[in-house]
């Protein structure tokens, strides 16, 4: 009996370890594992009047025919129908599918969203493709704030509303409270009945397709119940899993934002699965975080995650509790915050957004609410404007603080004026002058704690950058693919941002760093060495274990001593002549002795000051004086030393503006025989500023405009033109345009 007890016992365990194994199995299977789509949209960034190609393959258990369907968003519109036709495959199990999408010359800026459908049977499968036009003006949509009695009629104003502003995209927020999660969930424990008005995503998915705005929804895991954040990320993962199946056939729907923030590298982890969770549904889907600034390390460590599309660097302008607490940083950290991210997404082909608050915290508040002035929102749009690298703004938010408050507070109607008149002025900067890169990047290395090292080091680099009218971009450390993995250290250089830095024609400066260690040593000498120019600025210049300094700097460095000014050994700019003499305000720095280099200046003992390298095929320029020190004490010298590193890369600035501040944000770009000049007054009294046009031809009449103002500020041969005084008001800015005008015969 023992014996048949036993056998049977065994039977029983075998029977439930099948079953489990086959539970498990299937559980690895989607409900269309039949049947699989996948759409290519190329390129991402399209231009008008290019051709977006889109390319869909269909995959089957079983030959056989397919009906497809196609909806592609457009922004401001709404959704069109996009014919898809068969193209031939070699593979009888494989269907393949071409469409063309022209941009003509009218077609709205935003973000363009591909919903590709294919049913065989009963089967049915879902694929997303977006493409990028111009600039995304975003907000965050707090969808549980909504009207309770008629939430409809209150979304549609209120993205009618948005839309008038210029609103192109809305990342739907507060999907899930602690009352209710706002959609027919299995997972959260107090659901929206399916079919009332309390399905307030599908509702708003429906009328951001009817208003044409591209449409992003932001995941949280269940908050209707208390669970231990151990399990937080899985039940964030159910509940991507479960807003696909509801809403992926939603036009308007691009993809998934991560409901997290966080302030350093810890949040890379949880951004790594966050976004493979979504793309485990669709690769098309795109997927978006918003970071702190905390940890300039996080930015390189967020663009090695090849899964995530979007990165929304906040600024922390207005978020102060108290002066003690949190900083309140200055309205031009807007441009360094959102320029530290695009330094790195750019390389990986990723989008950044630039953050700006439309609330307020006790000594910013307005009106006595939790509420943005309309001075503090215009002003940080116009240093997000001047920002070269990020594709659009994000409101936080605009929902909730305008239109909102405008409801019941009055002060939020005048705040909306600060959003009109900055959207305006952000659409006009970041069409002209902030397109294109300056071509100087501010390097900052590979250190796992840079809180210290960003406030003593990058800080006052940036604002020196200011004061001598220049906009430099900020290229942080980019650990490479498969070094990317926290907490182990990186070794070796990141080939892509190499290769990178060089396309681009990038003229790196260090400043003030130390050492550095095995990835940026490495990747520092062979960008010199494959052509690259670089320039050091002291006090410290950096050792490096993949690097000998002498044979990098070209010299050997003497101790530190007290100096009074510096001499032009030889001419090399336009100010540099030979034996010049810049006064210095007396400070300590190391002189250096030649051993390859050549002097370009000394110092009043007659050390060298700076020196000039010709380092394989490219340029290392080392100068001991701090950059904040060399701005302040001789900015022509500095000016024509940045000139000479920019001509070795094949690149001249258009302007030169005297008398600018760290207060000021600045912007140049060209655009065929046209270039614009943007300057930002942060400061509360107006200050005028003497602007030369660097590198016309002489004999070439050229007008000078105020676009702004429509004004005609100068017109005449270039060769007769010193400076042109602008007047700059408080709290504003000023967009110059110079124009070659044609001769009449």
């Known amino acids: 009996m023992k014996k048949l007890f036993k056998l049977a016992f065994l039977f029983f365990i075998a029977a439930c370890l099948l079953i489990s194994c086959g539970k498990d199995e299937s559980s690895r299977e989607s409900p269309s594992s ?71 010359s009218n077609a709205p800026e935003g973000l363009y969203t591909l919903t590709v459908t294919v049913v065989q049977g009963s089967q049915q499968a879902i694929s997303k493709g977006s493409f990028l036009l111009g600039n995304l003006i975003g907000d965050f949509t707090i969808l549980s704030s909504f009207a309770t009695d008629d939430p409809e009629k209150d979304m549609r104003a209120y993205f009618e509303e948005f839309k008038k502003s210029g609103g192109n995209l809305v990342i739907l927020h507060s999907l899930i409270t602690a009352d209710r999660a706002y959609y027919p969930s299995a997972v959260c424990l107090k659901p929206a009945a399916a079919g009332s ?76 699965e966050f976004c493979a969770a979504a793309k485990s549904h669709d690769r098309g889907l795109l997927t978006a975080c918003a970071p702190y600034i905390d940890d300039p390390l996080l930015a390189g460590y967020l663009a090695a995650i090849d899964d995530l599309d979007i990165v929304i660097y906040q600024g922390a302008v207005m978020a102060s509790y108290r002066k003690d607490n949190r900083r309140c940083f200055p309205y031009r950290r807007v441009k360094d915050f959102a320029s530290l991210s695009a330094g790195a997404t750019r390389v990986r082909n990723k989008i950044t957004l630039s953050h700006v608050e439309l609330f307020g915290y006790l000594e910013k508040q307005y009106a006595g609410t939790y509420l943005a002035s309309p001075e503090d929102i215009y002003r940080q749009m116009l240093s997000a404007a001047s920002t070269s690298g990020p594709e659009g703004i994000v409101f936080f938010t605009y929902h909730y603080n305008i239109y909102d408050y405008a409801k019941t507070i009055p002060a939020a109607r005048e705040s909306r004026t600060g959003v009109e008149k900055g959207t305006a002025a952000f659409k006009s900067i970041a069409s002209t002058a902030a397109r294109d890169s300056s071509h100087l990047g501010l390097y900052i290395p590979y250190n796992d704690w840079w809180a210290d090292r960003w406030t003593a080091t990058v800080v006052p680099a940036l604002d020196a950058f200011r004061s001598l009218g220049l906009s430099p971009d900020i290229l942080p450390f980019i650990p490479r693919r498969g070094e990317e993995i926290l907490p182990y250290y990186p070794y070796h250089p990141d080939e892509e941002q190499l290769e990178y830095l060089l396309k681009n024609r990038y003229v790196l400066v260090l400043s003030d760093i130390a050492g550095m260690q095995d990835p940026d040593s490495q990747m520092l000498k062979e960008f010199i060495e494959k052509g690259g120019v670089a320039l050091l600025f002291g006090p410290a210049i950096p050792y490096g274990d993949k690097f000998e300094r002498e044979e990098l700097c070209g010299g050997q460095e003497e101790p530190a001593k007290l100096h009074y000014w510096i001499k032009i050994e030889k001419p090399w700019g336009m100010r540099a002549q030979k034996d010049r003499i810049f006064d210095l305000k007396t400070v300590r720095a190391s002189s250096w002795q030649p051993v390859t280099a050549s002097a370009l200046a000394s110092f009043e003992d007659g050390r060298t000051a700076i020196l000039a390298n010709h380092f394989g095929q490219g340029w290392c320029f080392t100068f001991p004086l701090s950059l904040k020190e060399a701005a302040r004490d001789c900015p022509e010298l500095v000016l024509d030393l940045i000139d000479l590193a920019l001509d070795k890369c094949g690149v001249k600035r258009g302007f030169d503006v005297i008398g600018s501040g760290e207060e000021f ?48 500020l100068w017109v005449g041969k270039a060769g007769n033109l010193r400076s042109l005084a602008v007047n700059l008001p408080a709290c504003d800015y000023v967009l110059l345009s110079v124009r070659r005008k044609p001769a009449v015969y």
């Open 34 to 104: 039949g049947l699989v789509l996948e759409t290519a949209v190329s390129p991402f960034r399209t231009t008008r009047g290019e051709t977006v190609v889109v390319e869909s393959t269909v995959r089957m258990a079983k030959a056989g025919q397919v009906k497809t369907e196609a909806r592609l968003l457009i922004p401001g519109k709404g959704p069109e129908s996009l014919l898809l036709r068969e193209v031939e495959s070699a593979n009888p199990a494989e269907k393949k599918f071409r469409g063309e999408i022209k941009m003509d």
């Open 197 to 272: 008005p309390e399905d307030r995503i599908g509702l708003a998915l429906k009328l951001a397709a009817e208003y044409g705005l591209t449409a992003l929804l932001s995941v949280s895991w269940d908050m209707t119940r208390e669970m231990p954040y151990s399990e937080c990320l899985d039940s964030t993962k159910k509940i991507i899993n479960e807003l696909w199946n509801f809403y992926g056939d939603e036009p308007a729907l691009a993809g998934f934002y991560n409901y997290q923030e966080g302030s350093g590298t810890y949040l890379v982890w949880q951004m790594r």
């Open 665 to 712: 944000d600045l912007a140049e770009s060209a655009d065929g025989d046209s270039r614009y000049l943007a300057v930002v007054n942060h400061s509360d009294s107006p200050r005028q500023v003497s602007v030369i046009p660097l590198n016309l031809e002489p004999q070439e009449t050229y007008e000078i405009k105020n676009e702004v103002s429509g004004g005609t």
